[in-house]
């Protein structure tokens, strides 16, 4: 089912946007998926911007959030629930991952940490409280899909066993590899495509967040209108039709409309 009230430790749960014109932000997703802002006037929020399916309180779907550092590339971030946030970055450290910010309370929501894994991605860790994630997944304009693109898929298989518990299994997709990866005896929670000599060698290692479209070739076409850019253009995959985005602030994502 696509509304989500709780996440089970290992599964991604969010996903946010750093950007450095939330307001740009607000309209380009809001005109792309039908995304509402939550506002709010409490300044302990730090302009973090809750969005959602619907007005009002809607449903929360995504955040943007303002870049602190100048030059901070605008970059969508993944964030996986886990029980313990300091135990999960403790393990981090131990696989061989970077922490890049500390555990820290988000007031009363939940705690949070976000960290560079065993090949150099970066993802986020929550923690919840009084915030489980997003209320709704798998249906257009939500977030449906994680996918970290490496080139040492060894190591980075690995580093999340170690981590999550996640297990894999690797499957040939055309002339590469996809991982999917699951926690114990559940259904798979993330993928991982190996980056192939085809990827340019600049592109680094990376998570890449998805959200389902009930039309991917109409999403690519208003993107584009919008100001954004479609760097792979609607292409079909085994699970449906996709294509990679960039909004116009430079932030890459993915969109997907599930083969049913």
Same mark, same amino acid.
């Given at each position: 089912?696509?509304?989500?009230?709780?996440?089970?430790?290992?599964?991604?749960?969010?996903?946010?946007?750093?950007?450095?014109?939330?307001?740009?932000?607000?309209?380009?997703?809001?005109?792309?998926?039908?995304?509402?802002?939550? /506002?709010?006037?409490?300044? !302990?929020?730090?302009?973090?911007?809750?969005?959602?399916?619907?007005?009002?309180?809607?449903?929360?779907?995504?955040? %943007?959030?303002?870049?602190?550092?100048?030059?901070?590339?605008?970059?969508?971030?993944?964030?996986?629930?886990?029980?313990?946030?300091? $135990?999960?970055?403790?393990?981090?450290?131990? !696989?061989?991952?970077?922490?890049?910010?500390?555990?820290? $309370?988000? %007031?009363?929501? =939940?705690?949070?940490?976000? *960290?560079?894994?065993?090949? =150099?991605?970066?993802?986020?860790?929550?923690?919840?409280?009084?915030?489980?994630?997003?209320?709704?997944?798998?249906?257009?304009? !939500?977030?449906?899909?994680?996918?970290?693109?490496?080139?040492?898929?060894?190591?980075?298989?690995?580093?999340?066993?170690?981590?999550?518990?996640? /297990?894999?299994?690797?499957?040939?997709?055309?002339?590469?590899?996809?991982?999917?990866?699951?926690?114990?005896?559940?259904?798979?929670?993330?993928?991982? %495509?190996?980056?192939? /000599?085809?990827?340019?060698?600049?592109?680094?290692?990376?998570?890449?967040?998805? *959200?389902?479209?009930?039309?991917?070739?109409?999403?690519?076409?208003?993107? !584009?209108?919008?100001?954004?850019?479609?760097?792979?253009?609607?292409?079909?995959?085994?699970?449906?039709?996709?294509?990679?985005?960039?909004?116009?602030?430079? =932030?890459? *994502?993915?969109?997907?409309?599930?083969?049913?």
């Amino acid at each position: 089912m696509p509304e989500r009230s709780s996440y089970e430790p290992g599964t991604p749960c969010w996903v946010d946007l750093g950007t450095p014109d939330v307001r740009a932000s607000r309209s380009f997703y809001g005109s792309l998926f039908g995304w509402h802002a939550r /506002e709010s006037d409490d300044p !302990a929020t730090g302009g973090y911007t809750i969005m959602t399916l619907g007005p009002g309180d809607g449903r929360p779907v995504a955040a %943007l959030t303002p870049q602190s550092v100048e030059g901070q590339p605008v970059a969508w971030c993944t964030y996986v629930s886990v029980a313990d946030v300091d $135990d999960t970055v403790g393990a981090v450290r131990t !696989a061989g991952g970077q922490v890049l910010m500390e555990p820290m $309370d988000i %007031l009363d929501q =939940g705690r949070m940490a976000i *960290f560079a894994d065993a090949v =150099g991605a970066v993802l986020g860790l929550w923690q919840p409280q009084r915030f489980p994630g997003a209320g709704v997944v798998d249906e257009p304009g !939500a977030y449906c899909w994680s996918e970290l693109a490496c080139r040492d898929t060894f190591a980075a298989e690995a580093f999340y066993g170690e981590v999550f518990g996640w /297990e894999a299994e690797t499957s040939p997709v055309g002339t590469t590899i996809y991982t999917e990866w699951s926690n114990p005896g559940g259904p798979p929670v993330a993928g991982m %495509l190996f980056m192939d /000599e085809e990827w340019p060698r600049e592109i680094p290692p990376h998570w890449m967040v998805y *959200f389902a479209v009930a039309d991917c070739d109409a999403t690519a076409a208003l993107a !584009a209108e919008l100001g954004g850019a479609v760097p792979v253009p609607p292409t079909e995959l085994p699970v449906g039709r996709f294509a990679v985005l960039s909004d116009p602030q430079g =932030g890459h *994502f993915s969109i997907l409309r599930r083969r049913r």
